[in-house]
């Protein structure tokens, strides 16, 4: 099992989110975050002077069988790209365990398959 964790655009976030659906992939979190860019610069937008060092994003996770995860990046590259910087950067790792809570069952068994 490997956990997918992906920060992307909030522009981007509906359109991953329905690419992700119709790739029979029904369940992932997702929360807004805050983060620090390589970019510091002072824009002006509309008078008004504000810094660009802190960029709103969208984190996405997902916990799926080995077999799922290049075809879930492959989806979420696909989608969230736009080809600017601040794009974002998705991590995969590794997952030891999990459990059901109703169930008490562990192990990749708990996760659904594809329809």
Not at 20 to 48: A, K, P
Not at 54 to 77: K, S, Y
Request: aromatic residues 8%.
């Amino acid at each position: 099992m490997k956990k997918i964790e992906a920060i992307i655009r909030k522009t981007r976030f509906e359109d991953v989110k329905e690419a992700l659906l119709q790739s029979d992939i029904d369940w992932f979190e997702y929360h807004n975050v805050h983060g620090i860019g390589q970019s510091r610069e002072e824009r002006i937008y509309r008078g008004v002077q504000y810094s660009t060092d802190v960029i709103e994003r969208v984190a996405l996770t997902i916990v799926c069988r080995d077999q799922f995860v290049q075809p879930t990046v492959d989806v979420i590259m696909r989608v969230a790209r736009t080809g600017e910087i601040g794009d974002g950067r998705i991590f995969v790792s590794e997952m030891i365990d999990t459990w059901s809570i109703r169930t008490g069952e562990h192990g990749d068994t708990v996760l659904r398959d594809k329809k």
